[in-house]
């Protein structure tokens, strides 16, 4: 089909939105900043390290990789307006295995009213799926990571463990949790607890990509505080209690340092009433680092170049 005519099958399968004013097919595109500030992050899939092409279906691939990025964009407070997306792909590459990308960055992006209205194409020797996503805060200031105060209280918002537990299963080969293997291949952030959080006064916040204990240490070393983690405050979850007979290990295991959940964890004051849906698990105090009360991790997360 050649690069362009794959543009443009990729391109009519594509939406909009009343805050794009020019979308693909020129230079540049043109997207409308009602808060007059844009949240911007970006994040790289890497077939092989980040999805396998037997586990993963295009359509997968583009969910998860949407996910990653609108999730970014949620923990700063502010809501995903639209993506750019850059495809390094082989010259053999199905059409249909594209097309499917198209539509699964589509449907992810919409939970959250974001389009696509752009990118690139290049040839390789495998898949890299590259997402940069725009946000907008609507009016609140950025939630980052070091705001954190001693005497907060920490909370997460979203699934833990389910997405790592998945990916074991899937290298276990064994008879897989149908929900925990999804959770891996499309992961499910809580966008709208993002703002939800920052509304509600969050001094700290950022997304659980890898793993909760390495992603709460960077929320620490940046607020320059100390965490405790009450591992009593997590509760039982039988679909990772069913899964580590198979798969080894403890559910805490997975809850405390799998990936690629894109839960929220964040920092509010005492006495903010917490809405459904987010839990609190632990205290800020004065110092460094981060420490798990009644549980001995075996790890800390993921890290590249490790």
Not at 51 to 63: A, E, I, M, P, Q
Not at 203 to 217: E, K, Q
Not at 258 to 281: F, N
Request: proline fraction near 6%.
């Amino acid at each position: 089909m050649g690069e362009f005519g794959l543009i443009d099958r990729v391109v009519e399968r594509l939406g909009t939105s009343p805050s794009v004013l020019l979308g693909p097919g020129d230079d540049a595109a043109v997207v409308l900043v009602p808060d007059g500030r844009v949240v911007v992050t970006t994040d790289v899939l890497v077939e092989d390290v980040h999805f396998r092409l037997d586990w993963s279906t295009g359509y997968d691939v583009g969910r998860k990789a949407a996910a990653a990025n609108l999730a970014d964009v949620a923990a700063m407070g502010a809501t995903g307006t639209a993506l750019l997306v850059g495809l390094a792909a082989p010259p053999d590459l199905p059409v249909s295995w594209a097309t499917d990308l198209a539509d699964g960055l589509r449907d992810e992006a919409a939970r959250v009213g974001a389009v696509v209205v752009g990118g690139d194409m290049v040839t390789s020797e495998r898949i890299v799926v590259s997402v940069t996503a725009l946000g907008d805060l609507g009016g609140r200031a950025p939630v980052t990571r070091a705001g954190a105060q001693p005497g907060d209280r920490v909370v997460v918002a979203g699934r833990l463990g389910w997405s790592a537990a998945g990916l074991r299963m899937l290298e276990h080969g064994g008879l897989p949790i149908e929900a925990l293997v999804e959770a891996h291949l499309r992961p499910t952030p809580p966008y709208e607890m993002g703002p939800l959080l920052a509304d509600l006064g969050a001094t700290a916040m950022c997304d659980v990509s890898d793993g909760l204990l390495a992603d709460l240490g960077h929320l620490a070393r940046a607020s320059g505080v100390h965490v405790d983690v009450e591992s009593r405050r997590f509760e039982r979850d039988a679909l990772l209690g069913k899964a580590v007979r198979v798969i080894g290990g403890h559910p805490l295991d997975y809850v405390m340092t799998g990936g690629e959940d894109h839960a929220l964890v964040a920092t509010v004051p005492p006495g903010v009433v917490l809405p459904d849906g987010v839990l609190r698990i632990g205290l800020v105090r004065a110092g460094t680092g981060v420490r798990v009360i009644g549980w001995k991790p075996t790890a800390q997360g993921f890290e590249h170049f490790t």
